[in-house]
């Protein structure tokens, strides 16, 4: 079982900037693939961005590619994603999520969530 907690989402104005956190616990943190997603208000969830176990490798959804980055630090059980030049469409619900490099590719785990709001 592995343990997420999202914090840092808030009300930005567009062209702002805010950064994601998400701490992780129960479980070998370097063991998993961590990606963020998010869901806004009557659309389905979406991918955001994801970073394998070495964080070597990183990739993102088109809409964020170029102004968001994703990072880890094992050693912290963290993972982050800077969000810059946010605009009105990247108002949601981010969730950090979880899967085993080893599993069927699903993730299992995921955070509450946390709001970002960005005004226009």
């Known amino acids: 079982q592995v343990k997420l907690v999202e914090s840092g989402g808030g009300l930005v104005q567009a062209g702002g900037s805010l950064r994601l956190s998400c701490a992780g616990s129960?479980?070998?943190?370097?063991?998993?693939?961590l990606g963020w997603f998010r869901q806004a208000p009557g659309k389905e969830r979406e991918f955001v961005a994801a970073?394998?176990?070495?964080?070597?490798?990183?990739n993102y959804a088109d809409t964020v590619k170029g102004r968001f980055t994703i990072s880890r630090n094992n050693a912290r059980n963290m993972v982050f994603l800077q969000m810059n030049s946010l605009k009105p469409d990247d108002t949601a619900v981010y969730y950090c999520?979880?899967?085993?490099?080893?599993?069927?590719?699903?993730?299992?785990?995921w955070g509450q969530g946390t709001q970002v709001t960005v005004s226009s």
């Open positions: 129960g479980r070998t943190f370097s063991n998993y693939v």
């Open positions: 970073v394998d176990l070495s964080a070597r490798n990183t």
């Open positions: 999520a979880a899967r085993h490099f080893a599993g069927t590719g699903h993730y299992d785990y």
